[in-house]
Every structure is written in C-alpha cells, then in structure tokens.
C-alpha cells in the first residue's frame, strides 16, 4: 500500500471550533485541567452537586483532542482487565469486583439515559461484542473468559461451530459475546460541553497550562494567556500532560504511556459490510495480539497493536504499526485488500500496572485531585463514570459510598503476580477437556 491517510483522528468535524483561549486572570472554586472525557465528566458530577460552584474547565489543545476524541467509540462494563486475572477463591474480592461491574454497568446506563434527556446525539448504540477465537487456544481463553464473567455477573453468551461461523467473516471456531454500547466519541464530547456550558461552567480551550502552583489560599494555576485562582484542582490530562513544559511541585505518578492505532475504509456496499459482521456488531481478538474491529457509516474501522511510546506526531503516525494493522485487517478479511483507506490515526493511551485508574489527592494535599490512568478496554467507560468519584474527593463527602468504595477498589489493586499463570493454567484445561 502506497503510504496511509493519516489524520489526528477520523472522528473530528473537518473544521474544529473552539471555544475562547484563557485571556485574563479568573477566580473559581474548581479548575477542572483537560479536556477528555475525565475532565468533562468531573466538571459534570461537580456541577450535579452544587448549582452555585464556580467551574473552570481549561484545555490546551480542544475538547476530545486527546485519546476521549480517538479511541474506537466502545464503552464496556468491565472492571479494571487485570482484576479478571484473580483467583475466584476469593469470596470477598469475586464480590468486589462483581459490584464495580454492576457499579459500572449502572453509571453507563444512567449516562444514555442523560444523553437522550439532553437531546445529545452521540449515536449511543448498546449492542453485543464479540470475542472471535480462531484457534483452539482462543476457544479456550473464551470458555474460560466466559466463567470469569458469570463469576462477575456480567452477562455473556458462548458460540461454537457453525453458530459462532455465523456471526463474523473469517473463520471462527467459538464467540463470545457481551454487552458494549457503541458511540462517536467526538460527539459524545462535544455533546457534553454543550450540556456544561449551558449548565455555567466554563470553558478555555487552546490554553495549555504552564504553572501549577499550591498555596495556603488553595491553587493558582498559570496558561498562556492569563491564571486561574482556585480553591481546588483537577487534573484529567492522562497521557497528555507535557510534563517537561509544565512547572510544578505536585508530585506526579508516572504510568505507562503507550499507542494504539485505528484504520477507517472508505464506503462499503452493504453486502461487505454482511460479509464482515452479519449482524453489525463489532469484534475482537481474545488474545495478547489485541486486534479489534466496528462497522461505522458503512466503512470498517480496525485497531489495535498497543505499542510503547512517548507522546509525539512521530508516534502517531509509526507507519510499521500501521503496515502491520492493514496486514490484520486483510489477513481477517481478504476481500478487503483492495479497498482503499479513508483514514489512518493513533493516540497515547495512559495505564497504571494495575490497569486501575488513580483517583487520589496529590501530595496529601485535598486541594488536589488526580483523575488519571484510563486505559485499556475498560478505560472510556471508568473515565465516563469517573466525576462521581471526584465529586466525593472534592466535597469530602461521605455519604456518597459508592464512590468511596470504588476509590478505595482503585487504591488497594496490585499486579496479580499469580494470574498470568492462573489464566495459563485455566485455558490448557479448557484445552484439555474440549
């Protein structure tokens, strides 16, 4: 293939609006830094709380400019991925993780019920994923993936043989299917600023922040083109925090940053589109070689490779990824070798070693609050949902348990060190017995 069409993101408006740059100096209750879907969602669940709070939502580029504006348009009930890992000997943990899923569950619906109420069209779609295993390993990761999510009581569905062939278009020995909901993740962005601002919070954009700096009155936070005075701070960049252009005190973790990539075609003929998914649901790999894949507007999109990276342009379009990600689209789906592609993105995606995000105060300080670390599959869902727990840090409120359980959840993951083993050991059973 002769070079790719690359662009920041296939979901952005050809003409980007913005709102106006921080121009002056403003006082607030709570600046809000970033403008993913952890930012928008924190300014949201603040607002719920309290009609009369002065909110600044600040970014320094546009409104889902980062990995809420270029990731697959997927929202799962999954917990934390790395929590499917352990032991179900465990009656309390299996109970933990059980409720964050229902948690998770509960707060996305609720969202879908707010966008429809809102009149904001995201094109929030709930339909089934399917997990399409190939081989005899990946039938037996899927039977074993399908005891892990009964134990946690998300609902799932088993299909083997000419069931399973069903459903997709390139050979498969069993399906896994579970509830997502599909959505146009600029949209869902845009959408829900709109809903912020009509709601008085305000919002620079274009304003990358310099200087944070705490003090005895609360924070003053310093971008180009004015400060911002404040009793309290948000931070929500995740991966796209330019932590050499930032001068702050605040103690920072450092997660994993790392990139996935995207593939649109152009227009398909509604018999490709057949040929790909029968029903229109969207796949993926039940494997360590993630690869996934949606029907859109009569085009397929097709991601993955999960690269380690920095934050670049260099990253963005790393066209050995992209060669790579075209040659697994065409070795699923052949009659696609042809077709030619619309559009060719990647983004930084942030991760902790837990795969669990870090909702915390900086530097014991409860002036500061970190929403960060949204990645993975189950990482635009936990974000979506994550203002609520800001919410509960910022007030110091508790009465909301929920939040505080869930924070608490989040604080106390560890890495598994058994569990790659546990899951070795689980699907050579599975193996073994057919």
Request: with cysteine.
């Amino acid at each position: 293939m002769q070079g790719f069409p690359f662009s920041t993101s296939f979901w952005f408006d050809s003409e980007i609006s913005t709102s106006a740059p921080l121009n002056g100096d403003f006082q607030a209750d709570v600046v809000i830094i970033g403008g993913g879907f952890a930012g928008l969602s924190a300014a949201y669940h603040l607002r719920k709380r309290d009609a009369e709070l002065r909110i600044i939502l600040i970014e320094g580029k546009h409104i889902g400019y980062g990995a809420s504006g270029r990731n697959a348009g997927f929202v799962m009930n999954l917990p934390p991925l790395l929590w499917l890992l352990e032991t179900l000997a465990d009656a309390q943990r299996v109970a933990d993780i059980r409720w964050t899923t229902a948690f998770i569950a509960e707060n996305v619906n609720a969202l879908g019920l707010l966008l429809e109420a809102e009149g904001i069209d995201a094109e929030w779609t709930p339909t089934q994923h399917m997990l399409v295993a190939r081989n005899i390993i990946e039938a037996a990761t899927v039977r074993w993936l399908a005891a892990r999510f009964t134990a946690i009581g998300l609902e799932s569905s088993y299909h083997k043989g000419d069931a399973a062939q069903s459903l997709i278009g390139y050979p498969a020995q069993a399906v896994l299917t579970f509830p997502v909901v599909l959505m146009h993740p600029y949209k869902l962005a845009r959408g829900l600023q709109a809903l912020l601002t009509r709601h008085n919070v305000q919002v620079f954009e274009r304003s990358p922040v310099t200087q944070i700096t705490p003090d005895d009155k609360g924070v003053r936070v310093r971008a180009s083109g004015g400060t911002i005075r404040a009793q309290k701070v948000v931070l929500t960049t995740n991966a796209y925090l330019n932590r050499s252009d930032l001068n702050t005190d605040i103690a920072l973790p450092e997660p994993s940053t790392y990139h996935t990539y995207l593939l649109a075609t152009e227009l398909l003929s509604a018999d490709l589109q057949h040929r790909i998914s029968p029903a229109g649901q969207p796949f993926a790999d039940p494997s360590g070689s993630f690869f996934y894949g949606r029907l859109h507007d009569n085009r397929l999109l097709f991601g993955g490779i999960d690269r380690a990276s920095g934050n670049t342009l260099a990253d963005d379009r790393h066209l050995p990824s992209f060669e790579r990600l075209h040659r697994e689209m065409r070795r699923r789906f052949p009659f696609l070798s042809d077709v030619p592609m619309a559009a060719a993105w990647g983004g930084a995606v942030q991760e902790t070693t837990t795969k669990a995000p870090i909702v915390c105060y900086a530097n014991d300080n409860p002036n500061i609050v970190l929403n960060i670390g949204y990645g993975g599959g189950s990482g635009v869902g936990m974000g979506l949902l994550s203002g609520r727990l800001v919410a509960a840090l910022t007030f110091d409120d508790a009465n909301d348990a929920d939040a505080l359980r869930l924070i608490n959840l989040y604080e106390r993951s560890r890495f598994p060190l058994l569990g790659p083993i546990r899951a070795v050991t689980g699907v050579v059973k599975h193996m073994l017995s057919g």
